[in-house]
């Protein structure tokens, strides 16, 4: 069956450093893959999308990488800031399909 | 504010009363999504809407639950005879159907509690 893995465990990390946050998936050919960070007791909020034919995406101190071969996504944030403690959530998209599946979404806090 | 907005932000209610949660997507918006989300894991779809014409449901959709977008604005999700399994947070989504737009806008969510 389909799966998409979202490390369940906080990443705790400095501010100032780079956190590093990892989508795995199995069984899925996705067109694309969105990445949404998520304020407790909010909605997520769309942070960059990434389509199968790209390697990388940048978005200010925001990076997305996707590798069809791992299956796998990298989500980096560079110099974090404790502004940036949220849980960010991966999303995986079909071709043809409107409708997103989510990961259950990693934990982060940066610690001042 | 433009953007998404949900009604009621709470509801408590009795095990096998009825509710109704409201969304009002982006005004330019005609794709409109409905998720469920409990505590640690991620939005998990429920329905979809293009213009007023429900496209998708979830196979994991209760009959109990139902939909409708009539005028292809706001949008409504009835749950009838809530069970203690209903309770979670109910997300709306709104997008563009315009050229290859994935990208979704969150409203702020309806949280449920059956008790």
């Given amino acids: 069956s389909q799966k998409i893995e979202q490390n369940s465990e906080a990443l705790n990390i400095q501010e100032g450093k ?8 199995t ?9 949404y960070r998520q304020d407790p007791g909010r909605g997520p909020v769309f942070l960059l999308l990434i389509r199968e034919n790209e390697k990388e995406k940048r978005k200010e101190r925001l990076k997305v990488t996707f590798d069809t071969t791992l299956k796998q996504s990298l989500f ?6 404790p502004a940036d403690s ?9 071709g043809g399909s409107y409708i997103p599946t989510f990961g259950r979404g990693t934990s982060l806090i940066v610690h001042p | 504010d433009t953007g998404v907005s949900q009604n009621p932000r709470h509801k408590i209610t009795k095990r096998g009363q009825n509710v109704t949660f409201r ?7 005609n794709r409109l999504y409905w998720y469920r989300q409990t505590l640690g894991q991620g939005p998990e779809f429920l329905t979809y809407f293009q213009n007023e014409a429900q496209l998708e449901k979830s196979r994991l959709l209760s009959d109990r639950f139902s939909a409708e977008r009539p005028k292809g604005s706001f949008s409504t ?33 309806t949280r449920l509690t059956v008790t």
Avoid: K, V
């Avoid at chain 1, 980096?76 to 800031?81: D, E, K, L, N, R």
């Avoid at chain 1, 949220?86 to 079909?94: E, H, Q, R, V």
């Avoid at chain 2, 203690?84 to 990208?103: I, K, P, T, V």
């Fill in chain 1, 18 to 25: 780079t956190a590093t946050l990892t989508c795995n998936y």
């Fill in chain 1, 27 to 35: 069984n899925y050919s996705p067109a694309y893959l969105q990445w």
């Fill in chain 1, 76 to 81: 980096h944030i560079t110099a974090s800031q």
């Fill in chain 1, 86 to 94: 949220a849980t960010y959530l991966c999303a995986l998209t079909s």
């Fill in chain 2, 23 to 29: 969304c009002d997507p982006i005004s330019e918006h």
């Fill in chain 2, 77 to 109: 999700l009835e749950i009838q005879r809530t069970e203690q399994g209903d309770s979670a947070m109910y997300l709306c989504a709104s997008s563009l159907a315009l050229g290859r737009s994935y990208e979704q806008y969150f409203g702020p969510g």
